[in-house]
C-alpha cells in the first residue's frame, strides 16, 4: 500500500498536470474553485479532523508566530497537550519539527495532515498561523476554528495581493471562516489599538474579545525585558520590546477566553525565555550584544531598533526579499540610517532578482553615512563582530529562522543566522 505521503504526492501531481493543460485565462476565472476542491478533498481525506480539536487560528501582518509560540507555552503550563503550526516550526505534543517549507501556512493536504496527527495524538489544541497568502490559496478552508486572534495589520506582499485593499480583505477572509465554523462558541479576539481593528469585529462570532496596551499599564520596555501589569498583578517576562508585549497580551486574551486562570498566564509567561528568531541573543560571552531578528517589513524593523535606541548599534539587513514590496526597501534604509551606528548591507533572499540591486535600492534611503556593502552574508555578519566593542549591539534582521537564503532558479542555500553568529562569535573569542 502506497504511503500516505506518496497518495498526497501523486494526487497533487495529478491535479497540477491538469491545471497546466488549461489555458491561464480560463485557468484565472475558475481559481477559486480549484482552490476550494483541493481544500475539500484534503478535508475528506483527514476526516475533517478540525472537528475533533479546539483550533485557534491567528493572523495579522507582525507577531503571529510570536503569539502562537506565547499562547502555547501558556496552555501546556496549564497541562493541556497542545499542536501548533507557525514560521519557525511544526509541533504535535512533545515531538517539534523545523518548518523548512519557506512559507508559514503549508499546502491544504499538510494543514489538515497535521491537524489529523494532532487529533490522533490527543492534543486539546492546535494554533495555527494563518496568513493572507495561504487564504489566497484557501488553505484556511475547512478548518473550522473555536477562535480567531487578529495581531496588528500594515502593507504587506502588496505585488501578491494587488492592492492593500486586497490585502486586508485576504485576512478578513480568514476572519468570515469563522461565521461557518460548527464550533460552539466561535471567539474572535481582536488587537483594540489597530486602526483596522474594526473590520474584524465586524465578523460573526459568539464572542468578541479585544486587547490593548492598557492592559498592561503601568508597563516599563527594557532591552533586558519587560515589566508590566495584568489583572492587578505585576509581571516580568524575558521578552523585550512594545510589539512582544502586544503579543503578550494577545496570547494572555485567547488564554483567559479557554478559562485558563490568571495566575496560570503569568506563570507561563515569566517561565518563558524567547522565541527563536525573535528578538533572538546570540551568547557566546561576549561584552556586547548579538540580536537575531526576522524583521521583515519597515514597521517591524522599527520597533526592534528603537529597543536597542541607548546602546551603539552595527546593523546587518538586505531588502527581505527579491521581486516583491519593491517600495519598502529605501524605507528600511532610510530607518537604519536614523538608528544605526553602523550599516552593513548584505544578500537575504534575492530569488531571481539581482542581489546588488536589491542592496542598492535599501542604500538609497541611507543619506547620513556610507553604509558598507558585502554581499556574502556570513562575511557581512563577521565584519559586524569584528567591529563590535564592549556595550554594543549587533542587530541582524530579515530572515529569523528562516533555513535558506533563495536563490535564482529556485536555488536554496542552507543558512542560519543564529548558527553562523554563533561560528563567528566563536573565532573571535577563542
Not at 476542491?37 to 491567528?58: D, Q, T
Not at 487529533?119 to 494554533?127: E, S, W
Request: aromatic residues 8%.
Amino acid at each position: 500500500m502506497r504511503s500516505d505521503l506518496t497518495t498526497i504526492t501523486m494526487l497533487e501531481t495529478i491535479l497540477s498536470r491538469i491545471r497546466d493543460h488549461i489555458p491561464a485565462k480560463i485557468f484565472r476565472i475558475y481559481q477559486p474553485a480549484y482552490h476550494w476542491v483541493i481544500s475539500l478533498m484534503a478535508a475528506v481525506w483527514y476526516r475533517f479532523p478540525s472537528r475533533k480539536i479546539k483550533v485557534i487560528g491567528v493572523t495579522g501582518t507582525k507577531g503571529k508566530s510570536s503569539t502562537v509560540e506565547i499562547l502555547n507555552a501558556i496552555l501546556e503550563e496549564t497541562g493541556y497537550k497542545t499542536a501548533l503550526s507557525n514560521t519557525i516550526r511544526f509541533k504535535v505534543g512533545d515531538i517539534s519539527s523545523e518548518n523548512l517549507f519557506k512559507m508559514s501556512m503549508p499546502g491544504r493536504f499538510a494543514m489538515q495532515k497535521l491537524i489529523r496527527k494532532a487529533v490522533n495524538n490527543g492534543c486539546a489544541y492546535i494554533i495555527i498561523e494563518m496568513t493572507s497568502q495561504g487564504a489566497l490559496l484557501y488553505r484556511h478552508r475547512f478548518i473550522e476554528l473555536d477562535a480567531f486572534v487578529f495581531t496588528n495589520l500594515s502593507p504587506e506582499h502588496i505585488e501578491a495581493h494587488g492592492s492593500y485593499e486586497n490585502y486586508v480583505d485576504s485576512k478578513l477572509s480568514i476572519c468570515r471562516n469563522i461565521k461557518i465554523s460548527g464550533k460552539k462558541d466561535r471567539t474572535i479576539i481582536t488587537n483594540a489599538d489597530d486602526k483596522e481593528s474594526y473590520r474584524f469585529t465586524e465578523c460573526t462570532a459568539d464572542r468578541k474579545l479585544s486587547f490593548g496596551i492598557h492592559d498592561a499599564e503601568p508597563y516599563t520596555v527594557k532591552k533586558e525585558g519587560l515589566e508590566f501589569t495584568y489583572e492587578g498583578k505585576r509581571v516580568t517576562s524575558h521578552l523585550s520590546g512594545l510589539f512582544n508585549l502586544y503579543n503578550i497580551l494577545a496570547a494572555a486574551t485567547v488564554a483567559r477566553s479557554q478559562n485558563v486562570s490568571t495566575d496560570e498566564i503569568i506563570r507561563a509567561i515569566e517561565k518563558f525565555n524567547g522565541i527563536p528568531g525573535r528578538v533572538q541573543k546570540i551568547d557566546a560571552g561576549q561584552d556586547f550584544t548579538v540580536i537575531v531578528d526576522y524583521a521583515h517589513t519597515a514597521d517591524s524593523l522599527e520597533k526592534l531598533y528603537q529597543v536597542f535606541q541607548s546602546s551603539r548599534n552595527i546593523c546587518v539587513l538586505g531588502g527581505t526579499g527579491g521581486g516583491r514590496d519593491t517600495s519598502k526597501r529605501s524605507v528600511m534604509g532610510k530607518i537604519a540610517d536614523t538608528y544605526c551606528d553602523e550599516i552593513i548591507l548584505t544578500d537575504e533572499d534575492p530569488y531571481d532578482e539581482d542581489p546588488k540591486k536589491i542592496v542598492d535600492d535599501v542604500a538609497k534611503g541611507i543619506t547620513s553615512q556610507i553604509p558598507t556593502i558585502i554581499m556574502d552574508r556570513r562575511a557581512a555578519v563577521a565584519e559586524a563582530i569584528k567591529r563590535a566593542k564592549t556595550g554594543d549591539s549587533i542587530l541582524i534582521t530579515g530572515k529569523g529562522t528562516d533555513p535558506y537564503i533563495m536563490g535564482a532558479k529556485g536555488t536554496k542555500t542552507p543558512w542560519s543566522d543564529a548558527r553562523v553568529s554563533r561560528e563567528e562569535l566563536g573565532k573571535k573569542i577563542r
